[in-house]
């Protein structure tokens, strides 16, 4: 069993920055695929981000490229979301998920969750 614990998210005015921390506990998570989701209200969650466990190949969503950069600390157990240039479009519950074999997994296909961080972006 994994356990995710999230932190990192606040309050931001458009244009900011914000940094997302996934804690696992539990069991390592070297030989996991990481990922961070999100759901906005009235939306259903999406996948932001999500990087292999060796070498770290990424992949993001179109509306997060070259904005967003998700990375992983092995031997820290945690997994970062790294957030700049932060719109109001942004402001979600985002949730660190871990998957044991696909690099491209979706939000059916997450084992195990984090209970979620809130991020607001203010106009």
């Known amino acids: 069993q994994v356990q995710l614990v999230e932190s990192g998210g606040g309050l931001v005015q458009a244009g900011g920055s914000l940094r997302l921390s996934c804690a696992a506990s539990?069991?390592?998570?070297?030989?996991?695929?990481m990922g961070w989701f999100r759901r906005a209200p009235g939306k259903e969650r999406e996948s932001v981000a999500t990087?292999?466990?060796?070498?770290?190949?990424?992949y993001y969503a179109d509306s997060v490229k070259d904005r967003f950069t998700i990375s992983r600390d092995n031997a820290k157990n945690t997994v970062y979301l790294q957030m700049n240039s932060l719109k109001p479009e942004d402001t979600a519950v985002y949730y660190c998920?871990?998957?044991?074999?696909?690099?491209?997994?979706?939000?059916?296909?997450?084992?195990?969750w984090g209970q979620g961080t809130q991020v607001a972006v203010s106009s």
């Open positions: 998920a871990a998957n044991r074999f696909n690099v491209r997994f979706t939000a059916d296909q997450a084992d195990y």
């Open positions: 539990g069991r390592t998570l070297s030989t996991y695929v």
């Open positions: 990087i292999s466990w060796w070498p770290g190949v990424t």
